[in-house]
């Protein structure tokens, strides 16, 4: 798996959220429905024409708290780094300074992004000595075809 460690400051995305249960791999069918509907209703151009931070592209943003954890579920955003005041319809959520392992995706989605998000969990943790810093992770879409063969994307994992 190629990628590089990056530390950043904290900074501010902004878009819409929905949870998500990690059971039975329904957040596996669920999010991907969730950006089918961003596609048709107009909300991911609305969010490329926000994009005004460094992170280039709509982002996923996974994110898991206290309570949600033993439960299992998760809030999955899908927003743009973005400074400045919040567009009416669409929420903020800061994300917190973090050192970052950055991963190159190459292909279809949603195929390459959760067969990625599956080796960086059962092989690069295991054997790189970083542990999950416990913070959202990231997952970073250009605005390619989705279906394009060698789309590039990424996921930034926060990491200590």
Do not use: N
């Given at each position: 798996m190629q990628y590089i460690i990056?530390?950043?400051?904290?900074?501010?995305?902004?878009?819409?959220?929905?949870e998500f249960s990690c059971v039975n791999g329904e957040n596996l069918i669920g999010i991907p429905r969730m950006w089918a509907e961003v596609t048709e209703n107009g909300t991911d151009n609305v969010l490329f024409k926000l994009n005004n931070g460094q992170i280039k592209g709509v982002l996923g943003?996974?994110?898991?708290?206290g309570d949600t954890k033993a439960k299992q579920l998760m809030d999955y955003w899908i927003a743009v780094e973005y400074e400045g005041n919040i567009p009416e319809g669409l929420s903020k959520?800061?994300?917190?300074?973090?050192?970052?392992?950055?991963?190159?995706?190459?292909?279809?989605?949603?195929?390459?992004m959760q067969k990625a998000w599956k080796q960086i969990f059962s092989e690069w943790f295991p054997s790189s000595g970083y542990q999950?810093?416990?913070t959202p992770d990231?997952?970073?879409?250009?605005?390619?075809?989705?279906s394009n063969p060698n789309l590039y994307?990424?996921?930034?994992?926060?990491?200590k």
């Open positions: 990056v530390e950043r400051d904290g900074f501010q995305v902004v878009g819409i959220k929905k943003v996974c994110v898991t708290t959520l800061e994300i917190q300074a973090s050192k970052w392992a950055v991963f190159e995706v190459h292909g279809p989605m949603p195929d390459a999950h810093a416990g990231l997952e970073v879409y250009t605005g390619e075809d989705s994307s990424e996921i930034w994992v926060p990491v």
